[in-house]
Nanobody, 123 residues
Framework: VQLVESGGGLVQAGGSLRLSCAAS????????MGWFRQVPGKEREFVAT????????YYADSVKGRFTISRDNAKNTVYLQMNTLKPEDTAVYYC?????????????????WGQGTQVTVSS
């Protein structure tokens, strides 16, 4: 599975961005998907995850109520809608695939990773 993120950029605080992650392969609908983010000098942290069916989602407390993860299995794509962005949301955002199917907050549970997309929120 190859994952390619897009949609990052520069936005003012309070603004919105939608990240996309396009996956190759015919088994996308069997994978849980996750979004993580990383700031230089810090560990990569969990942001959100969605089960293979899309019925179950889970968010980090820091983004709950502002970010929404969703997926379109027909398009092999997972999305992260980010609203009310804050400067502390600035990071490189990565999508990841978990072949177990239910999602996880743990990086080690994910088998495949994208290359990342930069999100910068100015104050």
């Amino acid at each position: 599975v190859q994952l390619v993120e897009s949609g990052g950029g520069l936005v003012q605080a309070g603004g919105s961005l939608r990240l996309s992650c396009a996956a190759s392969g015919r088994t996308f609908s069997t994978y849980a998907m996750g979004w993580f983010r990383q700031v230089p000098g810090k560990e990569r942290e969990f942001v959100a995850t969605i089960s293979y069916s899309g019925r179950t989602t889970y968010y980090a407390d820091s983004v709950k109520g502002r970010f929404t993860i969703s997926r379109d299995n027909a398009k092999n794509t997972v999305y992260l809608q980010m609203n009310t962005l804050k400067p502390e949301d600035t990071a490189v955002y990565y999508c990841a695939a978990d072949d177990y199917g239910m999602g996880s907050v743990l990086m080690d549970e994910y088998n495949y990773w994208g290359q990342g997309t930069q999100v910068t929120v100015s104050s």
